[in-house]
Structure formats: structure tokens, C-alpha cells
């Protein structure tokens, strides 16, 4: 799939802002069956300073510094993005849930794309024994890894309740996961702190789902935002898997990678400090536009023989 993706991201101040520093992570890059054709990222007002670096974890954060007094900051992403479609891997192939908790441990790799980072409580993700017996009901003796950590989404999507006015970016996993309602952020740190509980290695993923369904499809819970779901590492061979518990879907070519973090305080969008007073409204526009096929280029002809 090819899509050309539209973002734009605004802060109203209540009063003049003088001087702020932002950290913004909107830019997608390339990543395994993703390839990013053009981009183009732009900020309001003019920053004074404009830094970009990649952190640990491959994700692309510009570093901006502003000094003209301001009501609005204004964050906008254009890029066109190719994503291929995985190979298609059943879910009862692959180690047992015990066999991939072993070699995530005993991992000797040190790279951003290492089991080993994901192993542990994080910022946003601490453990909950609540959450860790909740989820081990799926994953009995011997069970492999990728087939357990599904029912797992599963079980998210059909027992949870998708309410924005549930929770709030703050909201710790244990309170969204006794409320039984959340959003994507909530879904995924709660899968995330279950699965971590049993010594297992789970990733945060940021990004964008495709704007508009595929012919007789649903249209996908969060899709005007950007969106949040779980990688689950099931050993060497398969790797790191997408799962999107929010819509109960294996991750493929309708979500576009944006940033890859232990939890939600590595990929925040956008974070930073503004001096200022007062209140703040924040307004999201998204739209990931899946772009036709072109058809294939004629040739000149050729006279028959």
C-alpha cells in the first residue's frame, strides 16, 4: 500500500507564549516493509533553533527552540509512505511463550531492536499483578508465543470499552484496566504491563491507520488520530509481531509506523516546555489517504514479426 499522509497538530494558548522548547516525534522513516517516498515537516511560528537526531530507538525527533511570542504552535507532516504487507505467519507456529521468555533473557544483543529493553517496567508501564494474572490465563504450559499473545488482543478488544472521556494521557494501565475502558494508549500499556508480568518482551509502537476502510470494512477506532499499538518479540526466526488491541488486528499495510518506545513517554508526539499562563486546547487532524495503483506503463509497440 501507498498512502500520503496529512497531519496537523495545534496548540491554542490562553495567553502569549514568549518562549518554548519542543521535542517532536511526527516524522515517520523507513523501517522493515516501510519505505518512506517523500516528507516534508513543518512548524508555527519560525523556531529560532532546529535540531534533528535519531534516538536509541531509531525514531526521528526534530528539537525545536522558539522565541517569538506566540498563541498557537502549530505542527504539520507531509510524507508519502509505502508499507508492504509481512509474511504471513500462523499463529501456532513459531517457540512457546517459555521458549521465547528463555532467549529474551538470555539475549546478548544491545541494539534499539533488542528483546532485552523490553523486558522491564518503564516509565508509564509499571507491573501490576492484576494485570499479569489476567493475561496469564492465555498462555497455558507450552503454548506458542504469537497464538497467545493474540487471544490476548483479543480479549482486550472484546472486553474493553473504547471511550476517549475514560481516561486521559496520565492515566496509569491498572486504572484503565479496573475501568475496563480506555483508548489505544490505555489497550496497548495494558497488554504491554501483562505480558512483561510473565517475563515476556513488548514494544510500544506510535503511528497513523489508514483513513478510510477497505471495501465492506469497518472503519478503524482512531483513525483521524495518531494511533498507538504492541510489538511482541517471538524469537529469532518470527521476530518482532504488531498486534493492535484496540481493533483486534495483526498488524499489516494499514498502519504506518511512526515511533517505536519502552511505552508512551518514548514516542510522545510531542512534548517539551512553554512558558506561559493559562489554560491550552489541543486539536489533532489526521488523514492517511491510500493512494490508487498506477497502472502499468505500455511499451511502444512492436510490429508483428
Not at 492515566?171 to 512483561?196: K, N, S, W, Y
Not at 510473565?198 to 465492506?216: D, Q
Not at 511512526?258 to 511505552?263: I, K, N, S
Amino acid at each position: 500500500m501507498k498512502y500520503d499522509i496529512h497531519q496537523a497538530t495545534t496548540y491554542s494558548y490562553a495567553s502569549s507564549v514568549p518562549v518554548a522548547r519542543h521535542v517532536v516525534r511526527m516524522v515517520p522513516v523507513e523501517r522493515p516493509n516501510q519505505r518512506v517516498v517523500a516528507s516534508h515537516f513543518a512548524v508555527e511560528p519560525e523556531p529560532v533553533e532546529w535540531t534533528e537526531t535519531r534516538d536509541f530507538f531509531g525514531n526521528k525527533v526534530v528539537h525545536i527552540r522558539i522565541e517569538t511570542p506566540h498563541r498557537s504552535f502549530v505542527v504539520k507532516t507531509r510524507a508519502r509512505v509505502e508499507v508492504d504487507a509481512p509474511p504471513d505467519i500462523a499463529a501456532d507456529s513459531g517457540p512457546s511463550w517459555e521458549e521465547t521468555r528463555a532467549a529474551a533473557n538470555a539475549s546478548l544483543d544491545l541494539s534499539g531492536r533488542s528483546p532485552a529493553h523490553f523486558l522491564f517496567p518503564s516509565p508509564a508501564v509499571p507491573l501490576s499483578p492484576a494485570i499479569t494474572e489476567w493475561v496469564a490465563t492465555s498462555f497455558p504450559p507450552g503454548r506458542p508465543m504469537l497464538a497467545a499473545c493474540i487471544e490476548v488482543m483479543n480479549r482486550i478488544h472484546a472486553e474493553f470499552t473504547y471511550d476517549p472521556r475514560a481516561t486521559d494521557v496520565s492515566t496509569p494501565p491498572l486504572e484503565a484496566f479496573e475501568m475496563r475502558a480506555g483508548v489505544c494508549q490505555d489497550f496497548a500499556h495494558i497488554m504491554i504491563a501483562g505480558l512483561r508480568g510473565l517475563g515476556l518482551p513488548a514494544a510500544y509502537v506510535s503511528g497513523f491507520l489508514r483513513t478510510e476502510p477497505p471495501p465492506g470494512k469497518e472503519r478503524l477506532q482512531g483513525a483521524d488520530a495518531t494511533h498507538a499499538w504492541v510489538a511482541v518479540w517471538c524469537g529469532d526466526e518470527i521476530g518482532w509481531q504488531g498486534l493492535d488491541p484496540t481493533n483486534a488486528l495483526t498488524v499489516a499495510t494499514d498502519h504506518v509506523v511512526l515511533a517505536v518506545g519502552r511505552d508512551y513517554t518514548d514516542v510522545a508526539p510531542i512534548g517539551g516546555v512553554v512558558f506561559g499562563s493559562g489554560r491550552q486546547k489541543l486539536k489533532v487532524e489526521v488523514d492517511v489517504i491510500p493512494m490508487p495503483e498506477e497502472p502499468p506503463r505500455k511499451g511502444p509497440a512492436v510490429p508483428p514479426a
